[in-house]
T-cell receptor
């Protein structure tokens, strides 16, 4: 089974802190994604990466950056956390293919910014 | 702009009931529509429907794609408390990498 592991299930941070959310997948997938999920808004794509050191902005990249130095690891960075970044963050991966819609998700990180 | 709309947003039923969840889509160059179940944290894949596979079934769950109406339904028969979850519908848009998700339907099955 594909495993996508997010380093923390729950995180509490202070406004202004730099926050790292880590995601590791074990199936040699080329594509990795970061979503945030908020009640009433559904899942929204923050960033994605289709290869090492490659990244593309999603729908809501403001206030976030990402890093993909190794194929299996995709990090989401909040340079200066703000209260409006309190959310559930979901990482996902998928293999490279002409149709790569089937995403495998991690268990999520519930981030609270106080 | 690609759009996926789910209805209802929430639903409460009794065990044994049959439910139908709806998903409509407006996406550029439609390729597929996917259903996911999210119980606690990680959404898990249920079905993928395409032009060549418009109906899928797994146990008590089934899904149909209506390309004419640009919509899909997810049916759950003889519901159980374990079916309580958020059901997500999604479709890839014009870009190959991005899934556009609906807001989800929260299903609660009470004994």
């Amino acid at each position: 089974d594909v495993k996508v592991t997010q380093s923390s299930r729950y995180l509490v941070k202070r406004t202004g802190e730099k926050v790292f959310l880590e995601c590791v997948q074990d199936m040699d997938h080329e594509n990795m994604f970061w979503y945030r999920q908020d009640p009433g808004l559904g899942l929204r794509l923050i960033y994605f990466s289709y290869d090492v050191k490659m990244k593309e902005k999603g729908d809501i990249p403001e206030g976030y950056s990402v890093s993909r130095e190794k194929k299996e690891r995709f990090s989401l960075i909040l340079e200066s956390a703000s209260t409006n970044q309190t959310s559930m963050y979901l990482c996902a991966s998928s293999p490279w293919a002409a149709t790569n819609e089937k995403l495998f998700f991690g268990s999520g990180t519930q981030l609270s910014v106080l | 702009e690609d759009k996926v709309v789910q209805s209802p947003l929430s639903l409460v039923v009794h065990e044994g009931d049959t439910v139908t969840l709806n998903c409509s889509y407006e996406v550029t160059n439609f390729r597929s529509l996917l259903w996911y179940k999210q119980e606690k944290k990680a959404p898990t894949f249920l079905f993928m429907l395409t032009s060549s596979g418009i109906e899928k079934k797994s146990g008590r769950l089934s899904s149909i794609l209506d390309k004419k109406e640009l919509s899909s339904i997810l049916n759950i028969t003889a519901t159980q408390t374990g079916d309580s979850a958020i059901y997500l519908c999604a479709s890839p848009g014009a870009g190959s990498y991005q899934l556009t998700f609906g807001k989800g339907t929260k299903l609660s099955v009470i004994p």
